[in-house]
């Protein structure tokens, strides 16, 4: 069976994945290191340009600052190899047919020893850099041109305009319907993507807010901000009052400002765990919790009176990761060291002069101040030394007019077809899932009954090339999980699927997120949790305190194993076992889907969480989202023997199933 990818023009790109086609643009001509691959560049199509190509006998590219190849040996297994991409080097399918990268099975993974009942494929790695921006070219604009001089009345609005929106609060995973206003990542990721190849943007303002996010879709927004930016276009940042969180996502703006009265609070991270157990002791409830996983410490809370070792080993490093790359980022965008970041922090600024003076911030300016500046920016017109009245007239009555802006809900309604974003007759599809993980549920929650129809749809439309597993889940009912992960894997028999983790895919978000081929993720995203736990209240001394007495009639030796009005005896044993057994299914599914041995899964699967960069470490997502901007995009890089770019589309699910 052969394997293809595809990526497209202009757009964020990053990605080699098994069954899907992609054209690269490299340097004109470029010869791997090992023996073949010849690459010339032929001519140009839109904005990328067309090469003829000879396979390498290694079947495997490493494209990084020039194109090599390589084949990896595996310690447990025959020669394998390892797709790395670069996103310097990824872009899109070619119009007219040109050849497409050719991979075999055997080239993405070693071979993997089943788990018993469960078929092996492979594991593609995956690995990407920043992205960089692909200029269009001048047959490109014309076409953007012409289709914008055509486009509908609503969606037309004037040059050296400037994209407007307000960041705060919660930001949805799911896309916005036309007559919901509220912000999702879908809408402010494509905005960004589109106006970096608009010629009538002239730049971004964004207003940012307390945010109810977590720091994998910060960090998404942020790669769609560094896209934005990288276009040459400057984006503005205003900001009354926010904290680390906030702060870190205005670094990625090329300027920031605040009001002179603006509260920002950058006093560190803090984060922790309560327990409950004095509590329950004292009102007679005992906690009866068998876990599996050193790590697992979601019965802790009503286990233990304080953290357990284990439980601060893994939330310390994952503070950590986050302290690391806010202190990264803030120096690098501010141009301070690593020190001068930790200083300033460590002194508990709030004066706003102190961080102007510090270079913190770009000004303090009030809102209206600011508009001012981007009226200028818009109209071209500054005030100047020897001007005219006349000049000084119409440079008045220029900047007395409305700010040229374009709000977010009314950009969204632009197609991106008109930049060469999308097209095609095939779909992508984004099926979003969110919430916990339970098996029966009428609110916010993800459930077989709301997914499995939808996965068993998407397997039979002959209109669907691929689908993209989007999970923002902290997991739940072990069951449910596992029925969806059966199905989620039915379908990628039939055509790819790709995980893209949100916030959080941990314990039963993962189990969903591991039936796909491959998996990405944000570097914060908070991932793993391989692990089981289980239990029951036993509520006799509560039920003694109250006068409330209860009698159970049983037959069989087991029947009474969750009653509530007493503990384990004998049914402990059969408790522990069935806790065991579904640890051991979990484990062994979770290392065939990552290609490794079940006793290094065991290693880590212990029910510990990790930040997306430490996941990837130890195997867990296949990539981080550094190749791969946002789930927004995935349909730009994954498609089949497709002469263009498939159209995407999101699913929205019954209210039932998922949000």
């Known amino acids: 069976m052969s394997m293809k990818a595809n990526c497209r023009p202009g757009a964020p790109a990053g990605v080699a994945i098994s069954t899907y086609r992609e054209a690269i643009p490299l340097l004109p001509a470029t010869r791997c290191q090992g023996s073949g691959w010849l690459l010339t560049r032929q001519r140009s199509v839109g904005t990328l340009p067309r090469y003829i190509r000879t396979p390498c006998s290694h079947r495997v590219l490493h494209r990084g600052a020039a194109l090599r190849c390589h084949a990896e040996q595996q310690p447990d297994g025959p020669s394998s190899s390892t797709v790395t991409v670069s996103q310097q080097e990824a872009a899109a399918a070619n119009s007219s047919g040109a050849t497409d990268l050719q991979l075999d099975d055997t080239a993405t993974g070693p071979a993997v020893s089943p788990a018993r009942g469960v078929a092996a494929f492979p594991a593609v790695v995956l690995e990407g850099e920043e992205l960089p921006f692909n200029a269009p070219t001048e047959k490109d604009r014309f076409w953007t041109n012409l289709k914008l001089a055509f486009a509908l009345p609503w969606r037309r609005f004037k040059k050296d305009s400037v994209l407007t929106f307000t960041l705060e609060g919660e930001v949805s995973d799911q896309s916005r319907t036309f007559f919901d206003s509220g912000l999702s990542i879908p809408a402010v990721c494509g905005a960004l993507q589109k106006a970096a190849l608009d010629p009538r943007i002239q730049g971004v303002a964004i207003e940012i807010g307390p945010l109810g996010i977590g720091w994998g879709k910060v960090q998404e927004i942020k790669r769609h901000i560094d896209y934005f930016r990288s276009s040459g276009k400057y984006v503005v940042a205003w900001m009354k009052q926010g904290a680390e969180k906030e702060y870190y996502l205005a670094t990625a703006c090329s300027e920031i400002y605040a009001p002179p009265t603006a509260y920002l609070s950058l006093r560190g991270f803090v984060t922790g765990g309560a327990f409950l157990r004095g509590v329950l002791d004292k009102v007679g409830v005992e906690p009866q919790v068998k876990r599996i996983g050193a790590y697992k410490s979601a019965g802790d809370q009503l286990l233990r009176r304080d953290m357990a070792p284990e439980q601060r080993e893994q939330l310390s490093a994952i503070q950590g990761d986050v302290v690391e790359e806010f202190l990264r980022q803030v120096a690098a965008a501010r141009g301070k060291t690593r020190e001068e970041v930790v200083a300033f922090i460590e002194e508990g600024v709030y004066d706003m002069e102190k961080f ?106 002959k209109s669907v090339a691929a689908v993209v597993l989007r999970v923002d889940s902290p997991g739940g009912d072990a069951l449910s999980a596992d029925l969806m992960w059966r199905e989620i894997r039915q379908l990628d028999a039939v055509k790819p699927v790709i995980a893209s983790m949100a916030d959080v895919a941990a314990s039963g978000g993962y189990y969903m997120a591991m039936a796909a081929r491959a998996i990405v993720a944000e570097p914060l995203t908070i991932t793993g949790s391989i692990g089981v736990v289980t239990g029951k209240f036993n509520l006799a001394e509560l039920y003694s305190k109250i006068g409330y007495h209860k009698e159970l009639i049983g037959w069989g030796r087991f029947a009474k194993l969750l009653a509530d009005n007493q503990g384990f005896s004998e049914e402990e044993e059969l408790f522990d076992a069935s806790a065991r057994h579904a640890y051991a299914s979990f484990r062994n599914k979770a290392a065939t889907s990552r290609g490794m041995e079940v006793e290094d899964m065991q290693r880590v699967a212990q029910g510990r969480v990790w930040s997306g960069g430490a996941a990837r470490k130890v195997r867990l997502p296949a990539s981080m989202c550094a190749a791969l901007p946002s789930q927004h995009h995935l349909h730009l890089h994954i498609h089949k023997a497709m002469r263009r770019s498939p159209r995407s589309q999101t699913t929205r699910l019954p209210r039932s199933g998922l949000t």
């Open 356 to 461: 102007k003076s510090g270079g913190w911030v770009t000004d303090l300016w009030y809102e209206d101040q600011l508009l001012e500046e981007l009226k200028m920016r818009t109209t071209g017109l500054t005030p100047k030394q020897g001007e005219t009245e006349k000049e000084k007239e119409k440079r008045e009555k220029a900047l007395a007019a409305p700010l040229r802006r374009v709000g977010l809900r009314k950009y969204s309604s632009v197609s991106p077809s008109a930049f060469g974003l999308a097209g095609g007759k095939k779909r992508i599809v984004v099926l979003r899932t969110a919430g916990a993980i339970v098996g029966k549920s009428t609110g916010a929650a993800i459930t077989p009954d709301g997914v499995i129809p939808r996965l068993r749809a998407l397997a039979k439309d």
